[in-house]
């Protein structure tokens, strides 16, 4: 309480320079070209700045997930990252490909050039080159919906042409970039590692559902109208679960050596408080000790809500760790009830 009431005189201030933070930053002049309007701000970077459209991109050429405002006249209101031009080049260190830039050839079209819309001017600028310059192919690129930390995120992402780069390996180059994708084939939706984590850390601590963390995320990209947000909420689900099976099997060493894999409960954390024979009781320890000091328990808790678990689809269940970890596989234990 005390802290409470030294703050209480200063709350005016603090309103005040809240709001001073509101208005057109750096007098509406692009701090890095000292040329164009200003008129384009960084909520995620640290400081007050302010940039034109196309130095905002060269800025966070590697700062993919930071959300940006842009000067409406009065205010500032959301943009993104690719309204502004900004083009993701998957490989090379973040360099566009070499094989998607050549001299546009006037019978072919798949290319943008300085005829091209604005917003995509800034790529050519981005890389230091003029308008009039070899162009990047159109087909090189599509757009992801990416969720991340900070929310969920579109961008328009390119994508390696080298020779001997499979199309079919594509997934596997978001995978080097920390992102994990939906699918397998052409995918169109990818998670950062990070936004993974959090999940199961809020999943573990607070008891967060899947429902209710995708929420959070919509919130944070759109906090007045959360539906217009893609709903990527049937990705996550799957995908924190391939999650967690990696996680497990990193975690108990079985990603270091390829060749061998989990056995029966290799993925079980070994309980050292279990009496086990062998392992920490002595050798006369039937003698030693009455039977219920060391006897075993099997207790089963009253938590009616595990009906939920039941599958309604039981025969179309993928198993990712069966038999691994505390219960029998499947298959033998339907032969022993039978």
């Not at 079919?168 to 994708?181: A, E, G, I, S, V």
Request: one cysteine or more; glycine letters at 8%.
């Amino acid at each position: 309480n005390d802290y409470i009431r030294e703050w209480l005189p200063w709350r005016a201030e603090y309103l005040n320079i809240i709001l001073e933070g509101e208005q057109q930053a750096k007098g509406g002049i692009c701090e890095q070209c000292s040329e164009a309007e200003g008129s384009v701000w960084c909520m995620s970077c640290a400081g007050v700045h302010a940039w034109c459209g196309p130095c905002a991109v060269k800025v966070h050429r590697n700062l993919p997930f930071h959300k940006v405002q842009r000067w409406n006249g009065t205010h500032y209101q959301p943009t993104s990252l690719m309204d502004l031009g900004f083009l993701w080049h998957i490989g090379h260190g973040g360099d566009p490909c070499p094989c998607n830039w050549s001299d546009p050839d006037p019978e072919e079209s798949g290319y943008v050039t300085g005829d091209s819309p604005s917003n995509h001017r800034s790529v050519a600028f981005l890389l230091g080159r003029p308008y009039d310059d070899p162009v990047i192919r159109k087909s090189s690129w599509f757009q992801m919906t990416i969720v991340h930390t900070e929310g969920i995120f579109s961008h328009e992402v390119s994508v390696c042409k080298c020779p001997g780069s499979d199309p079919n390996d594509w997934h596997l180059d978001l995978l080097h970039q920390r992102l994990f994708p939906a699918s397998i084939s052409k995918p169109k939706t990818a998670f950062t590692f990070d936004v993974l984590d959090h999940f199961l850390i809020d999943a573990l601590e607070c008891k967060t559902s899947a429902m209710s963390f995708y929420q959070k995320l919509k919130r944070f990209t759109n906090n007045a109208f959360p539906e217009r947000v893609p709903d990527r909420y049937r990705e996550l689900m799957r995908v924190s679960w391939l999650w967690r099976d990696l996680k497990h099997r990193k975690w108990f060493g079985f990603g270091h050596d390829a060749e061998k894999g989990p056995g029966d409960g290799g993925l079980a954390l070994f309980c050292p408080a279990c009496p086990q024979p062998g392992l920490n009781l002595p050798a006369d320890w039937k003698v030693r000790y009455d039977r219920d000091t060391v006897m075993r328990q099997y207790v089963i808790d009253g938590n009616f809500t595990a009906q939920h678990m039941k599958m309604n689809k039981p025969e179309l269940d993928v198993a990712l760790s069966d038999g691994k970890g505390y219960m029998v596989s499947e298959g033998p234990y339907q032969n022993h009830l039978q």
